[in-house]
Structure formats: C-alpha cells, structure tokens
C-alpha cells in the first residue's frame, strides 16, 4: 500500500504552488472511462427493443444531445479536480471569449445550428434532402457539421448552419413514399384515350411503384409540336427515383412503338414569300 501512496503521490509537473501528480491523472482516467461508460449504458438503454417505436434519426438525436451534455459535465469535472475553477476561469476569460467568438462567429453559428437540428429534429437520419438542387440523403448530424451521401455515391459535408437558413426540401419528411411525374408529349392525331392508358399500364408495371390504384395520366397541355401528357405515381424510392424514371420511361418507349405512337419532337415550318418586284 505505501508503494501504491508513493506512486500516487509523484509529482509529473510542478510550477510554484501548483503541481499534478499522478493521482490526479488517475482521477482524469476514471472520470473519462466513467463517461465513456456512462454514454454506452445510455446508447444501450436508447436503441433497446422497448424504444422500437421510436425511429432511427429521433433516437440517433437524443443521443447525440445527452452525448454532449455528459462530455460538458465531464470536462468540468476534470478541470475541477485539477484544480481549475471553471467559474473564475470563465468569469476572467470572458474578453478573451468575446475576441474568439467574433473570430469564430460561423463555427459557432454551425453548432447552434446543429443543436437546433439535433432538438428540432425536423431532420434525421436516412432523410433525403434537397440542398441548393443537390439531393442527399443525410448519414449522420454532428454538433458543428453534417455527413451525407449524394446520388452519385459522394460523401459531402454540409455545415449545419447552411440546412437552417437555406431553404430545403425534405423528401422524406411527412412520409416515406412520395408522388413523382414523368412528362412526355405525343404527335398530333394520337389516340389521347390510349395514350393515358399506356402511360397508367407502363407506371403499374413497374414493380417499386406503391399505391399502383393512385398511378394517374393525364392531359396537360396542347403544345406547339406536341400533345402534352404526364403520368403522376408513387415510390419509395426516393433516393433513387433516377433510375425508376429512366425504367419506366423504358416501358413507355416500348409500348409506344407496338401501339405506333410516335413521341413528338420540335417541328418549324417556313414559309417564303417570293417579292414580285424583284423580278420586274
């Protein structure tokens, strides 16, 4: 025991009246791997079958702000024990905070922003976003930026102060299906009544479209060149809604050219008008 007292009490640093021994290295260790388990009882407790009702990105939330505020508490735990007073330190660092957050008002401006997502939660994960025309489907929200994932498979971080003031559309936010439209325009003198029943029979033949009694085509304009239909369904896919468009367009095409519907394109008629004084 008096080994151990003596190993405690060795002095790593002194500087005048101040000194930190070993014990107070212990002490930082115990506190940090307390905290460590501390969150992991937590993230246990949180994603345990009894929360199943909650979603993914709520709960992936809550964790994420109880994570900050153990890491707060435990911080100034440490500098306490250090003897660092986190209240004088404040108080006597308080210009000096006032010069850093001018330096650093947009990081600081990111992590109100990520506390706002991260309590508002009008945002979770695995929700598919529209940001600046780019859609994204968010893999995870920290306290100062965002991770996410574009169509084409690249990561992109997003500061979170950009998801609170730009306007975004939320694809996935009041449900996880979400209507879509594909637009095509036919020649002049097409059947219209077989037109809207090809374009309906090509949208449920689909196998991701859900809701197949809500596919609907309709008649929307008389263009220049060409009548102007579009056929309006429901998928799940929204992330990927891409390639669905491009199969179904596919099946169109196809039942188009066994039907000989011909798919309009861009028509200009000119007309010369001959000067008959020019040839006097």
Same mark, same amino acid.
């Given at each position: 025991?008096?080994?151990? &007292?003596?190993?405690?009490?060795?002095?790593?640093?002194?500087?005048?009246?101040?000194?930190?021994?070993?014990?107070?290295?212990?002490?930082?260790?115990?506190?940090?791997?307390?905290? =460590?388990?501390?969150?992991?009882?937590?993230?246990?407790?949180? =994603?345990?079958?009894?929360?199943? &009702? @909650?979603?993914?990105?709520?709960?992936?939330?809550? =964790?994420?702000?109880?994570? =900050?505020?153990?890491?707060?508490?435990?911080?100034?735990?440490?500098?306490?024990?250090?003897?660092?007073?986190?209240?004088?330190?404040?108080?006597? *660092?308080? /210009?000096?905070?006032?010069?850093?957050?001018?330096?650093?008002?947009?990081?600081?401006?990111?992590?109100? #922003?990520?506390?706002?997502?991260?309590?508002?939660?009008?945002?979770?994960?695995?929700?598919?976003? $529209?940001?600046?025309?780019? @859609?994204?489907?968010?893999?995870?929200?920290?306290?100062?930026? #965002?991770?996410?994932?574009?169509?084409?498979?690249?990561?992109?971080?997003?500061?979170?102060?950009?998801?609170?003031?730009?306007?975004?559309?939320?694809?996935?936010?009041?449900?996880?299906?979400?209507?879509?439209?594909?637009?095509?325009?036919?020649?002049?003198?097409?059947?219209?009544?077989?037109?809207?029943?090809?374009?309906?029979?090509?949208?449920?033949?689909?196998?991701?479209?859900?809701?197949?009694?809500?596919? $609907? /085509?309709?008649?929307?304009?008389?263009? *220049?060149?060409?009548?102007?239909?579009?056929?309006?369904?429901? *998928?799940?896919?929204?992330?990927?809604?891409?390639? @669905?468009?491009?199969?179904?367009?596919?099946?169109?095409?196809?039942?188009?050219?066994?039907?000989?519907?011909?798919?309009?394109?861009?028509?200009?008629?000119?007309?010369?008008? #001959?000067?008959? #004084?020019? *040839?006097?």
């Amino acid at each position: 025991m008096e080994i151990i &007292k003596n190993v405690l009490d060795f002095e790593i640093f002194s500087y005048g009246d101040y000194s930190i021994k070993v014990s107070k290295l212990v002490v930082i260790l115990l506190i940090i791997l307390s905290t =460590y388990f501390v969150l992991w009882i937590i993230k246990k407790a949180l =994603y345990a079958k009894k929360f199943s &009702k @909650v979603d993914t990105g709520t709960t992936y939330a809550i =964790y994420q702000i109880i994570r =900050y505020l153990v890491w707060i508490i435990a911080i100034g735990i440490i500098l306490e024990s250090i003897g660092v007073k986190v209240t004088l330190l404040l108080a006597g *660092s308080a /210009a000096l905070l006032v010069g850093i957050g001018l330096g650093l008002q947009q990081t600081f401006n990111d992590i109100i #922003s990520g506390i706002i997502l991260l309590s508002e939660r009008s945002i979770k994960i695995n929700d598919v976003l $529209e940001i600046d025309g780019d @859609v994204v489907r968010i893999q995870s929200i920290g306290l100062r930026t #965002s991770k996410a994932l574009n169509r084409d498979d690249i990561s992109i971080i997003i500061p979170n102060s950009l998801i609170t003031t730009s306007k975004v559309v939320n694809w996935s936010h009041q449900s996880k299906r979400t209507r879509f439209r594909i637009e095509v325009g036919v020649a002049y003198g097409s059947d219209v009544d077989l037109v809207i029943r090809i374009l309906e029979e090509s949208a449920r033949e689909y196998p991701d479209i859900v809701g197949k009694d809500l596919v $609907e /085509a309709r008649l929307m304009n008389f263009g *220049s060149s060409s009548l102007d239909f579009h056929v309006l369904f429901f *998928s799940k896919s929204i992330f990927r809604i891409h390639k @669905v468009k491009s199969d179904i367009r596919r099946i169109i095409c196809k039942k188009f050219a066994e039907n000989n519907i011909v798919i309009s394109f861009p028509q200009l008629d000119v007309h010369l008008k #001959s000067d008959s #004084s020019l *040839s006097k």
